[in-house]
């Protein structure tokens, strides 16, 4: 069976302080909704009353909030060829349990993108700088803990496991938070060399750039394994180039 057609690059950034996270927009939504239903069974002037009230709480809780603090959040690509940049809403996620089951993909695709012009808070910050030593720190803590183990083929081959599963599982809980298949408003694309990567709106009209369907996303589409295994020697390739 073909794999569920979904963006494949992720990278971690700070969530802007008036930025709202997909799963913000999802609460709001079922939460609008919620108001909606219960609209119905009230006069327009209790609506209105109840607006007014709501409208007068919200003033005097922005002014009382102290500025936000800095939270991790995972952000999709477009996965253009010439011009990787962040797609749609950033993803919440809990950062111990991102150190926990991510640090070694996440050290990795960031180390890639220092070298990249994306424009990421994370990137071109002190504290971003020091939020990313700690991810490559907790990646090379696991990393020693291998090679007590390990001859060095075993350690590389161990850790290129390491990253692959890591990159499922940060790709499955995204695709989870994600449950109306938004795709962070990214679309299949097949490109004129014969690839097939997720485009935004401004990048799948450029020329020669075809829309993917649904029906032929089946053909090109290939298995779970494969896909992360093509990811992730991409990310060794582009890793090794990065270091010298």
Excluded at 23 to 46: G, H, P, S, V, Y
Excluded at 194 to 202: A, F, Q, R, T, V
Excluded at 233 to 244: D, P
Aim: aromatic letters at 8%; a negative charge.
């Amino acid at each position: 069976m073909a794999a569920r057609g979904y963006p494949r690059l992720f990278a971690c950034d700070f969530l802007g302080e008036k930025e709202k996270s997909a799963q913000e927009l999802i609460r709001a939504e079922f939460a609008q909704e919620k108001n909606n239903q219960r609209a119905q069974t009230e006069t327009k002037e209790e609506n209105e009353r109840t607006a007014e009230d709501e409208t007068t709480d919200d003033d005097q809780n922005k002014e009382d909030q102290p500025p936000k603090a800095k939270y991790l959040c995972i952000r999709v690509l477009c996965e253009h060829e010439e011009n990787w940049h962040p797609a749609g809403s950033p993803f919440e996620i809990d950062e111990s349990v991102l150190l926990q089951n991510n640090a070694s993909y996440l050290s990795r695709i960031m180390t890639v993108l220092k070298h990249s012009d994306l424009n990421l808070e994370v990137l071109n910050t002190t504290e971003g700088e020091a939020k990313l030593q700690h991810i490559n720190e907790v990646n090379y803590y696991a990393m020693c803990s291998f090679s007590q183990c390990f001859s060095f083929i075993q350690i590389a081959q161990t850790m290129n496991i390491e990253v692959k599963t890591a990159y499922a599982a940060l790709r499955r809980y995204i695709m989870d938070c994600d449950p109306e298949d938004k795709y962070s408003g990214l679309t299949q694309c097949l490109m004129p060399s014969g690839k097939i990567l997720w485009l935004c709106d401004e990048h799948r009209q450029q020329s020669r750039v075809v829309p993917v369907t649904q029906s032929m996303s089946g053909g090109y589409t290939r298995g779970q394994t494969e896909e992360k295994s093509e990811i992730v020697k991409a990310l060794a390739k582009l890793y090794e180039r990065s270091k010298t």
